[in-house]
């Protein structure tokens, strides 16, 4: 079993929809969250970050943590074609072990349709 | 500030070969991160230097290897090529700090032949 699991998808979408985009884990010891957007033969682009339970928002996303389900989600409200990318969910512990190390899900495919 | 710049682009080599990437972090971090991403596994870690020092390490076999300069800047390399070391090698730049967040330069995309 994988330590971080995301539905790949592919998600297609009409424009202006809300999107859920979601991440379980297995390890405990998670305390760092993170949600990166790639575009095609580009680098992962940070989004959203979070060291806590609860939500938070910028903007038209919304990042939430329940570390008590282990379970993170992302949320885009009125959705854009711009947004077609794949998103991935990152996670990492604290520890000499876990140094400058992120652990990723699979990337969710999202595709928002004009 | 000017972003995580990744050298080469892109990189053809055949099997048996050795490469060397390089990256360039953000101006003032300290900590640089090497991930390998491919279709099958999707991002696994490589490896994270801190101030010239190798700090931790992923599950890769040791043709592959690293080393972080005075300023910062990085390179890995991978001795005696393998065609399943085509993938998209990607380095992160942080703080080094904790918690930290990273940021991803463009990649480095290898094609072993």
């Known amino acids: 079993q994988k330590e971080v699991e995301q539905d790949p998808g592919p998600l297609s979408v009409p424009e202006g929809a809300i999107v859920s985009l979601n991440c379980t884990y297995s390890n405990s010891a998670f305390q760092y969250f993170m949600w990166y957007r790639q575009y095609s033969r580009k680098g992962p682009e940070l989004l959203m970050y979070?060291?806590?339970?609860g939500n938070k928002e910028d903007g038209r996303f919304t990042a939430q943590v329940d570390k008590s389900s282990k379970y993170i989600s992302l949320f885009i409200r009125d959705s854009q074609p711009s947004d077609s990318a794949t998103y991935l969910c990152a996670m990492s512990a604290r520890g000499s072990s876990n140094t400058g190390k992120l652990i990723f899900g699979q990337g969710t495919t999202l595709q928002v349709k004009p | 500030k000017a972003g995580v710049t990744q050298t080469p682009r892109y990189l053809i080599k055949t099997r048996g070969q050795q490469v060397t990437l390089s990256c360039s972090p953000i101006s003032g971090h300290r900590s640089v991160s090497w991930y390998q991403q491919t279709p099958g596994q999707g991002l696994q870690f490589l490896f994270e230097?801190?101030?010239?020092?190798?700090?931790n390490k992923g599950n890769f076999p040791g043709r592959f290897s690293g080393r972080q300069f005075s300023n910062s800047r990085s390179e890995m390399n991978v001795s005696t090529l393998e065609l399943g070391d085509s993938a998209l090698y990607l380095c992160a730049s942080s703080s080094g700090l904790d918690p930290d967040t990273q940021y991803f330069g463009p990649g480095t995309r290898l094609t072993v032949l």
């Open positions: 230097y801190f101030s010239e020092t190798q700090r």
């Open positions: 979070t060291y806590s339970s």
